[in-house]
C-alpha cells in the first residue's frame, strides 16, 4: 500500500517566492497534520485537519503560512512570501481517527530551503 | 510543550535490549503514552502506544508504572538500523507534541 506521499521532495527557492507543499494522505484516512522540522525547534506541529475541516492551526507560524484542503485526498501548505527563516524539512502525516488513540503515519517530507 | 523528560543520548551494543526511559510526572488519566522514533532524514515512525497496562508488539515492549509516572521502551536485541531518535509522547485524540526524543546509537 503507499503510504503518505508528498511533493515535492527538495525545494529551492528564493525570499519573496511563493512555495506550494503538496500532500496525499493514505487513503481512507480521516485526519491529516502538517508538520515543521528545524535543528533549533525540532518537529512542530503547523496545522491538523479532520474530515477535511481544519481542527487547529495554533502551530501556523504566522499569515504567510496557509492550509487547505479541499478533499480527503489532498492537502496542500502554502507559503507566501517565503522567507529564509522558513527552510526546514515539512512533514504531511495522516491517521485513521476512530479511537481517542491514532497512530499517525508520516510522508517522507519535503526539505525546503528558501535563500 | 512537550509533557515528557527523555535523556538527549543513549548508547547500546548491537544484539543487546535497549531500554529507553521516558519521564510524564504531569500526565492526566486518560493520556496515553506514545512512542515513535525518526531515523535520519526519514519521517517519525509509529512504534507502541498505552495507557495504564504493559504493551508489547512485534517491534517493542513498552512499559508503564503503576502510578504512570514514567515508562520504559524496551528494543530487545538492537540492530544497527534501530540507530534513531526516540520519541516519548503523552497525549490524548488527535494532538500529540514532540519533544526533543532521545538519541539511540547502537555499537557494533
Known amino acids: 500500500d503507499a503510504g503518505v506521499i508528498q511533493s515535492p521532495r527538495h525545494e529551492v527557492t528564493e525570499m519573496g517566492q511563493e512555495v506550494t507543499l503538496r500532500c496525499k494522505p493514505i487513503s481512507g484516512h480521516n485526519s491529516l497534520f502538517w508538520y515543521r522540522q528545524t535543528m533549533m525547534r525540532g518537529l512542530e506541529l503547523l496545522i491538523y485537519f479532520n474530515n477535511n475541516v481544519p481542527i487547529d492551526d495554533s502551530g501556523m507560524p504566522e499569515d504567510r503560512f496557509s492550509a487547505k484542503m479541499p478533499n480527503a485526498s489532498f492537502s496542500t501548505l502554502k507559503i507566501q512570501p517565503s522567507e529564509p527563516r522558513d527552510s526546514a524539512v515539512y512533514f504531511c502525516?495522516?491517521?485513521?481517527?476512530?479511537?481517542?488513540?491514532?497512530?499517525?503515519?508520516f510522508g517522507p517530507g519535503t526539505r525546503l530551503t528558501v535563500l | 510543550d512537550a509533557k515528557t523528560t527523555q535523556p538527549p543520548s543513549m548508547d547500546c551494543a548491537e544484539g543487546r535490549a535497549a531500554n529507553l526511559p521516558c519521564n510524564h510526572s504531569t500526565i492526566s488519566g486518560n493520556e496515553y503514552v506514545y512512542w515513535y522514533r525518526q531515523i535520519h532524514s526519514q519521517g517519525p515512525q509509529y512504534i507502541i502506544h498505552g495507557l495504564k497496562n504493559n504493551e508489547t508488539n512485534e517491534m517493542a515492549s513498552l512499559i508503564i508504572t503503576e502510578d504512570r509516572k514514567s515508562s520504559t521502551l524496551i528494543l530487545p536485541h538492537a540492530t544497527l538500523r534501530d540507530t534513531a531518535v526516540y520519541y516519548c509522547?503523552?497525549?490524548?485524540?488527535?494532538?500529540?507534541?514532540f519533544g526533543k526524543g532521545t538519541r539511540l546509537h547502537i555499537l557494533p
Open positions: 509522547i503523552v497525549g490524548r485524540d488527535d494532538k500529540i507534541i
Open positions: 502525516a495522516s491517521s485513521l481517527r476512530q479511537t481517542s488513540t491514532d497512530t499517525q503515519y
